[in-house]
C-alpha cells in the first residue's frame, strides 16, 4: 500500500498477510483524491472513515492535510494496526472498534465534512447507509458522503445522490445536501 499525495507521497506501508482486506486500488484512490482536490478546504478538513479496513482512505486523507479523521472498524485488528501507523507517522487520526451500524445509531457531537464507507462488497444492508449517516446529523451542512461499492449497488434514486464515478470494478457514489458545492454534472 502507498500513499499517493501529500506529505507522505509514496511512503509504503505494509499490511499484515494475514488481514483478510479488499484495498481501494491505488488507480481508484487517484481518481477519487482527484475529483476531491479542488472541492474540499483541507486545512479545516474532518474525516470520518467508515469501515475503515487498514486506513488506507485515512492516511491519504491525513497525509494532505485533514486535521481530524476518525476510524471506525469492527475488526480489533484493524483499528490498532491504523492506532500504531498514525501514531508513527503522526497523524491525527483517532480510531474507534465498533460495529459501523451500531455505531451510526449512537448520539455524537461532531459533524464530519467528509464521511468515506468502505463496506465489504457483500454487505447487507448498504443501501440504508447514507439514510442512516443523514439522520444521525453526523455530516457537516456542505459536507459530502461517499460510499465505495461494486456494480450491483445504485444509488442514483436517493435524494440527496450527486454523482457517481467508475474505476474498473470500484464504483464511488456521492451525497450531499449542497450538490452546488462539488460542481457534478
Given amino acids: 500500500m502507498r500513499i499517493i499525495s501529500g506529505k507522505h507521497k509514496g511512503r509504503r506501508i505494509t499490511i499484515p498477510s494475514h488481514f483478510k482486506i ?3 486500488t491505488d488507480f481508484a484512490k487517484k481518481g477519487l483524491f482527484d475529483i476531491l482536490e479542488h472541492r474540499i478546504d483541507w486545512e479545516n478538513l474532518s474525516v470520518l472513515d467508515l469501515f475503515s479496513g487498514t486506513g488506507y482512505i485515512s492516511y491519504e486523507f491525513a497525509s494532505r492535510g485533514a486535521k481530524y ?3 471506525v472498524d469492527i475488526e480489533p485488528t484493524y483499528t490498532k494496526f491504523i492506532r500504531n501507523t498514525a501514531s508513527f507517522l503522526k497523524m491525527p487520526i483517532q480510531t474507534i472498534t465498533m460495529d459501523v451500524f451500531k455505531f451510526l445509531q449512537k448520539q455524537h457531537n461532531h ?3 467528509v464521511i468515506f464507507c468502505d463496506p465489504p462488497y457483500d454487505l447487507k444492508n448498504i443501501e440504508l447507509l447514507p439514510n442512516l449517516i443523514l439522520s444521525n446529523k ?3 451542512e456542505d459536507g459530502i458522503i461517499i460510499i465505495e461499492h461494486d456494480k450491483t449497488v445504485l444509488f442514483n434514486q436517493h435524494s440527496f ?3 457517481k464515478r467508475n474505476y474498473s470494478k470500484v464504483h464511488f457514489s456521492f451525497f450531499s445536501k449542497n450538490a452546488e458545492k462539488y460542481f457534478f454534472k
Fill in 22 to 24: 479488499r484495498p481501494t
Fill in 69 to 71: 479523521i476518525l476510524a
Fill in 111 to 113: 459533524n464530519f465534512n
Fill in 138 to 140: 453526523l455530516l457537516h
Fill in 161 to 163: 445522490f450527486i454523482h
